[in-house]
């Protein structure tokens, strides 16, 4: 008996030639290829070597010495700077007056209402931005020491060296 439906479809063209040719069936019917085990150390290798600092070794892989060098180092420079401020501060201040003072005098004899508002621009720096200026350089200096702590933290704790180096 036939019917007058059509029969169903069960594969494009290229399945069914799959299927009837030995060689494709041979070949479904091998193992997966394996990457040989020297591959993935050769990899590594490599791209390190492409690495564009690939001399540059990471400061938690310093000998001790050199990392307690550096600390002091840096330690020294922020501290002359800290006792230099004051100074330097003077220095500025003096050359931002000078020439502050002879815009605002040019300014005040080309527009009459200009050395009022230079003073109270003057004024709102000294009582709002000044001092504001002081907490926030000494909160970003508090964060950024933080994040260097807990990034040390957690090189220690997970037991290898995370900057820098590539995990295996």
Do not use: N, Y
């Amino acid at each position: 008996m036939t019917s007058d439906r059509p029969e169903p479809r069960d594969s494009s063209a290229e399945e069914r030639s799959a299927r009837l040719d030995p060689l494709h069936q041979a070949l479904k019917a091998l193992p997966a290829p394996r990457a040989p085990r020297t591959l993935l150390p050769r990899v590594m290798a490599a791209a390190e070597a492409r690495r564009p600092h690939a001399g540059v070794r990471p400061w938690f892989t310093w000998p001790l010495e050199w990392r307690v060098a550096a600390t002091v180092a840096a330690v020294v420079v922020i501290g002359a700077g800290w006792l230099a401020w004051p100074a330097i501060a003077m220095v500025g201040g003096l050359a931002l007056e000078r020439t502050a003072g002879a815009l605002e005098a040019r300014a005040a004899a080309a527009l009459p209402g200009s050395a009022a508002a230079a003073h109270l621009a003057a004024v709102a720096w000294e009582m709002l931005v000044q001092p504001a200026l002081g907490v926030v350089l000494v909160w970003m200096v508090v964060m950024c020491a933080v994040t260097v702590a807990i990034g040390a933290a957690f090189s220690v704790a997970l037991g290898r060296v995370a900057l820098g180096e590539v995990s295996q």
